[in-house]
């Protein structure tokens, strides 16, 4: 079990910028696949941004893609999540979380941290 803490959120206005961390204490980290989701008010829970071992596979949805960044420092056992131009519509808890497979990550990751409010005002 990856014990996962998440910080970095908070209110923000549209346009703004935030960015979110994530520190794991699984001292193999760098093997596992991170990622972020979020939920929003009223709404079902949906993946984010993904980022492989190793750094080398990123994949980010639709709604985020050319807005957010995610990246990894295993030095630090943390992965963050860069969120520019940021909407009303990016509010919501963000949840990080980490698998040991990349193939199930975007669905069913083992992990998940206790989240993070971000708020976006219009």
């Known amino acids: 079990q990856v014990q996962l803490v998440e910080s970095g959120g908070g209110l923000v206005q549209a346009g703004g910028s935030r960015r979110l961390s994530c520190s794991a204490s699984e001292y193999t980290f760098g093997l596992w696949t991170m990622g972020w989701f979020r939920q929003a008010p009223g709404k079902e829970r949906e993946f984010v941004a993904r980022?492989?071992?190793?750094?080398?596979?990123?994949l980010y949805s639709d709604s985020v893609k050319g807005r957010f960044t995610i990246s990894r420092d295993d030095d630090k056992n943390t992965v963050y999540l860069q969120m520019n131009s940021l909407k009303p519509e990016d509010t919501a808890v963000y949840y990080c979380a980490a698998d040991r497979s990349i193939v199930t990550f975007t669905t069913s990751p083992a992990n998940w941290g206790q989240g993070t409010l971000v708020t976006v005002s219009s």
């Open positions: 980022i492989a071992r190793g750094s080398g596979s990123i």
